[in-house]
């Protein structure tokens, strides 16, 4: 319920404050699982992206240093927010993403850990690639173009064609090779997101 008047609240915000330009939104399922891949620049990436996502509810990952207002915290757990913990294994928060999909739901990730500068590149972290390849799920790849989110600039919010992992990813049960694979995912799903795609 929270999550519904939040996300009526946001697109109000988001119609008025900025011009945005969306394309690709028939690539979003509506009742499958999907991970939700972005470049980030900044925290107004969440607002524009829960606003003109349709239909669904996202499970954004986010620092777990978000969470130390109380009030702050409370209001990103009705939001659905996952807290991690970047400098360790999160195995909690780990696990709250996988329920995520198994559950048919959408896990929002921003593959490269942090917010990084339009036109900078930044390679993905393995995370991406670690919870598309675990689980089979495809990403829709996100790209956000912003001119810096002042007001009334135009933003143009591009939803790629679904990538779906390969198979022979999927079927590789070499452990030494898992790294490189998760990495494979995620570099090709950061390319795509950056316009890279050949």
């Known amino acids: 319920m929270l999550y519904s008047i939040a996300r009526f609240v946001l697109m ?5 404050f900025f011009r945005v330009d969306v394309q690709g939104n028939n690539y979003i399922p509506s009742d499958k ?3 939700l891949a972005c470049n980030h620049t900044s925290n ?9 996502t349709k239909n669904r509810k996202i499970h954004f990952l986010a620092k777990k240093e978000l969470f130390k207002n109380k009030i702050i915290a409370y209001l990103l757990e ?7 913990d970047r400098q360790k294994n999160d195995m909690k928060a780990l696990k709250r993403c996988l329920k995520v999909l198994k559950n048919n739901e959408v896990l929002g990730i921003f ?4 917010r990084v500068k339009q036109g ?5 972290k393995l995370g991406i690639g670690m919870f598309a390849v675990t689980t089979n ?8 173009i912003t001119e810096g989110y002042k007001p009334f600039s135009k933003i143009k919010i591009i939803y790629h064609e679904p990538y779906n992992v390969p198979l022979q990813i999927v079927e590789d049960r070499d452990k030494t090779r898992k790294l490189d694979n998760y990495k494979k995912v995620a570099d090709e799903v950061m390319n795509i997101i950056n316009l890279k795609q050949n």
Do not use: L, R
Not at 12 to 16: M, P, T
Not at 45 to 52: E, G, H, I, L
Not at 120 to 124: F, L, S, V
């Open 33 to 35: 699982a999907y991970i």
């Open 78 to 84: 009705k939001a659905y927010t996952i807290p991690i």
């Open 44 to 52: 107004f990436d969440v607002v524009v992206v829960m606003a003109k």
């Open 137 to 144: 799920t495809p990403v829709i790849p996100v790209s956000i």
């Open 120 to 124: 900078q590149d930044e390679d993905a």
């Open 111 to 114: 593959p490269q850990g942090t």
């Open 12 to 16: 109000v915000f988001v119609k008025i």
